[in-house]
């Protein structure tokens, strides 16, 4: 896969598996920074409120990415460590998947609890929408009001998706491009008079 592209859910997905009474909820969804991850999960701890246990794990950015998984009371190992494997196996990154358990009365043990937490994980994925999205930059540009029919050629040509804009006497346009064609449309802009490029 082009390093400039990365896998992820279109949107929220949820699976299922019981075992022996315990019934096991995943919650998958796309995500992208670490504040929408911590509203993701205490909604979902909202809603399975009554669940004993609220485990998950997660992974955003590029390679190397960051991750992180919990097991939230289940013995070290079971819960967020399979969690996160799914992900892996589907390589997947800005994505969250919390598993709920509703524990049925009869234990487990190690291995059926890595067993239920990888299956309920596996499912969620299977039954969400797998995309390829590009890697986005936002990027600002500045330059002379006399320049404007100049740059908003550039932006039709080259479709760009302009997020803001404001006008006088100097003209600042906030843009979102795919991060592999960066470099390109920074050459085009550049060959402007008077304009400034910012990345943020």
């Known amino acids: 896969m082009n390093t400039d592209e990365y896998r992820t859910l279109a949107f929220e997905a949820r699976g299922l598996y019981k075992e022996k009474g315990s019934k096991f909820i995943a919650v998958a969804l796309p995500v992208s920074t670490e504040e929408e991850i911590r509203l993701a999960r205490e909604r979902i701890r909202k809603e399975f409120h009554d669940a004993r246990h ?44 919390v598993v709920v358990r509703y524990f049925g009365g009869i234990k487990l043990g190690t291995g059926g609890l890595i067993q239920a937490y990888k299956k309920a994980s596996m499912d969620a994925l299977e039954n969400g929408q797998i995309i390829t999205k590009h890697w986005k930059v ?20 080259e479709d760009l998706m302009v997020t803001g804009q404001e006008s006088g006497e100097r003209c600042h346009i906030s843009l979102e491009i795919n991060k592999y064609r960066s470099l390109t449309i920074y050459n085009k802009f550049n060959s402007v008079e008077s304009l400034e490029w910012a990345v943020f």
């Open 54 to 97: 609220h485990c998950f794990a997660w992974r955003i950015g590029e390679p190397p990415y960051e991750s992180r998984y919990n097991d939230d009371g289940e013995p070290s190992g079971t819960a967020g460590k399979p969690i996160l494997g799914q992900i892996q196996s589907f390589e997947l990154t800005q994505i969250l998947i």
């Open 138 to 157: 936002k990027v600002k540009i500045s330059f002379d009001y006399l320049k404007m029919n100049e740059i908003m050629k550039i932006i039709k040509e």
